[in-house]
């Protein structure tokens, strides 16, 4: 059985960091790009970030510069480095694992989903 599940999300104020995990369990993980997504209430679903299976990374404008994505495959961890953060962050992010080695922040699609996990940014 496929799993995700992330983690790391909290409360931050403007302008500080958080890092979001996603363990990955029941598949290949270093034969799947990855993928986080985030929605907001009153907003549409947004990805913010790809990374494929051989480590290219790719980036929403609204995070470029911000964000980062990495992936540790022996650990079937991908996570999500945020920093700069600002209150249009704020959303639930959700981890997503794309069965293509290969696509891009444009074609990446969401094959199996985890749970999500709630970031705050406020003052």
């Known amino acids: 059985q496929v799993q995700l599940v992330e983690s790391g999300g909290g409360l931050v104020q403007p302008g500080g960091s958080l890092r979001l995990s996603c363990a990955a369990s029941g598949l290949t993980f270093g034969s799947y790009a990855m993928g986080w997504y985030r929605q907001a209430p009153g907003k549409e679903r947004e990805l913010v970030a790809v990374?494929?299976?051989?480590?290219?990374?790719y980036y929403a404008d609204s995070v470029k510069g911000r964000f980062t994505i990495s992936r540790g495959n022996a650990k079937n961890t991908v996570y999500l480095q945020m920093n700069s953060l600002k209150p249009e962050d704020t959303a639930v992010y959700y981890c997503a694992a794309d069965r293509r080695r290969l696509t891009t922040i444009a074609t990446f699609r969401g094959d199996y989903w985890g749970q999500g996990t709630q970031v705050t940014v406020s003052s």
């Open positions: 990374i494929t299976s051989g480590g290219n990374s």
